[in-house]
């Protein structure tokens, strides 16, 4: 390592320290005032020096947030709005505002059970997912369900839920929408409302996953790239009246 | 029974939108939000994505070149913030520039780990391949810097100091690596990196106080 520790610091501002000078210069800096202010000021620059990186980058997986949140040991939320003290609700009632009055008054109970929702990776022919589907509505204990026109009561859409959780939909039969919007789909699980996902502006036959005591699924027209808290009536809900 | 699908539902993400660039010290919102990772609120953990996972997704790419890895280094910056929050000191610096620091960091670490050999391979080959002209050099890494404030800043600096800042910065290679490529002492590099750095401060700092 070289003798001179401030080159070290100024070195080690940018990462380009080995493993083991790096270590060193780690102790150093937590043990000296000076040597540490030195730092600190070289990595404000390297943080200035950081936005010098490319925009013109591949997107990230759409999945990288579930990975997150799984990752972070979080109950699956469907996110809010930035924290404030002062307004910050419940997640169940911010999730979807529009939605709360239509299923009624729902419980503000804890929720014990940790939901993931997630996807399934790989894909197939429309005719192979259509005859899973019809396969998995005969599966002891699944659900099959049509998801209604809260308005006009016809249905929108078709799903079967497998006790495991492996959910399919046939959204075919609700209008195409412009390029730039989306449906989105939201589960109700206890008294939690959690997004499942994108459908697209025009939806097929598709493949989902949820876990937990299914009490409701929607259905919602977004813009595209979904949202985390819809502010829009559902235009397709199924409720368990169980 | 193997379940699959036509067409994947996208997973909701919060939207990844670029936060705006903070060259002062963090806004009162971005500390709103790092007190809010501090009380655990998980909220607060979807929203620093929304804000900052762009940002921090981009710096890691910028230097391991690789989506899947870039996303396992943003994936692991936001579960560190989340677990230990307390890491983020706001009187040091912007919370979307620690995060990104932190992405950078993490992304070196893992460019010269094992899992990343094949690559360092080829970049090392690249590197001693191009190393016959430092002018080659320089142009391939400034051209992998995409903000012309960046590239304003490093050209006023003196080409022996630019080059060895921009080799060990942006292209991720330790001061030994940097030596090795151009042929000169270690501490020779690692003292004009910090000239090239203690300039960067002065200018950059003027930039900042011209902001306020």
């Given at each position: 390592m070289s003798n001179n520790l401030d080159d070290s610091v100024a070195v080690h501002a940018l990462n380009a320290l080995p493993e083991d000078e790096s270590a060193l210069v780690s102790v150093a800096i937590g043990f000296d005032d000076e040597l540490n202010d030195e730092y600190e000021s070289f990595r404000r620059v390297a943080a200035e020096l950081v936005e010098g990186f490319s925009d013109v980058v591949p997107a990230a997986s759409p999945q990288l947030w579930d990975r997150i949140e799984l990752a972070a040991g979080l109950e699956s939320s469907p996110g809010l709005p930035p924290a404030d003290a002062a307004r910050v609700e419940t997640p169940e009632r911010t999730a979807w505002r529009r939605l709360t009055p239509i299923i009624g008054s729902v419980a503000a109970v804890a929720v014990a059970i940790s939901l993931t929702a997630g996807l399934l990776a790989n894909r197939s022919e429309p005719d192979g997912l259509e005859a899973l589907a019809l396969a998995s509505a005969e599966l002891p204990g699944s659900l099959n369900v049509g998801l209604l026109d809260p308005t006009a009561g016809t249905t929108v859409a078709e799903v079967v839920v497998t006790t495991d959780g492996e959910g399919f939909i046939d959204g075919s039969a609700l209008p195409t929408l412009a390029e730039n919007r989306t449906y989105q789909l939201w589960a109700i699980v206890g008294d939690r409302v959690i997004s499942v996902g994108l459908m697209g502006n025009r939806p097929e036959f598709t493949a989902f996953r949820v876990e937990g005591q299914l009490a409701g699924l929607a259905i919602s027209e977004e813009v595209?790239?979904?949202?985390?808290?819809s502010e829009q009536d559902p235009v397709g809900v199924w409720l368990d009246q169980a | 029974m193997t379940l699959t699908a036509t067409r994947q539902i996208e997973a909701t993400a919060p939207v990844l939108t670029p936060s705006a660039t903070h060259r002062i010290s963090e806004s009162s919102e971005d500390r709103d939000l790092w007190e809010a990772l501090l009380n655990q609120r998980e909220e607060a953990l979807s929203e620093a994505y929304r804000r900052f996972g762009q940002k921090v997704y981009r710096t890691a790419f910028g230097v391991l070149r690789r989506s899947e890895l870039a996303e396992d280094v943003v994936q692991e910056v936001f579960v560190r913030i989340w677990q230990?929050?307390?890491?983020?000191?706001?009187s040091r610096g912007s919370f979307g520039g620690f995060l990104q620091l932190d992405a950078h960091g993490r992304s070196v670490d893992l460019l010269r780990s094992e899992r990343a050999r094949a690559d360092r391979e080829i970049r090392e080959q690249q590197l001693s391949a191009s190393s016959n002209s430092p002018m080659s050099l320089e142009e391939e890494v400034m051209k992998r810097i995409s903000s012309e404030r960046i590239r304003d800043a490093l050209e006023t600096l003196e080409a022996d100091e630019r080059l060895p800042i921009a080799l060990a910065?942006?292209?991720?290679?330790s001061y030994r690596r940097v030596a090795e490529a151009l042929d000169l002492p270690e501490g020779t590099v690692k003292s004009r990196i910090r000239r090239g750095m203690s300039r960067l401060k002065e200018l950059l700092g003027e930039e900042a106080l011209a902001l306020t």
């Open positions: 595209l790239g979904g949202v985390v808290v | 230990r929050p307390e890491r983020f000191d706001p910065f942006f292209q991720g290679h």
